[in-house]
């Protein structure tokens, strides 16, 4: 089964405090190390911001990866930290293995 991350995060002061250029440079470094998450079947799924007209969550932002098991989440995870994201957003993760609805109703049940 697949694994997904979903991450919801909002700028901290780190970040607006930056001009254009440098946030530019640091997204332009974020790029470069995509392609060894790629390699490693990370999938990037869809990047936003939040509507918060719907059960709104107090982050702007948010994104959603699948990846193919714990050790690209993991990397995943490691590689974001690696970058300072965590210095310039406020991020809240969730992540796990995927299953289809039945699954999820019986997960659900358990609880």
Do not use: C
């Amino acid at each position: 089964m697949p694994h997904y991350l979903t991450e919801l995060y909002s700028p901290k002061p780190a970040w607006l405090a930056l001009s254009l250029a440098e946030r530019q440079s640091y997204f332009a470094s974020i790029a470069e190390g995509m392609g060894a998450l790629s390699a490693l079947g990370v999938e990037p799924i869809a990047f936003g911001e939040t509507e918060p007209s719907i059960h709104p969550a107090p982050q702007q932002f948010f994104s959603v990866w699948r990846l193919p098991d714990a050790e690209a989440q993991a990397a995943l995870l490691s590689g974001i930290a690696a970058t300072g994201w965590h210095d310039y957003f406020d991020t809240v993760n969730a992540a796990g293995k995927g299953v289809d609805f039945p699954a999820h109703l019986t997960q659900l049940t358990g609880v």
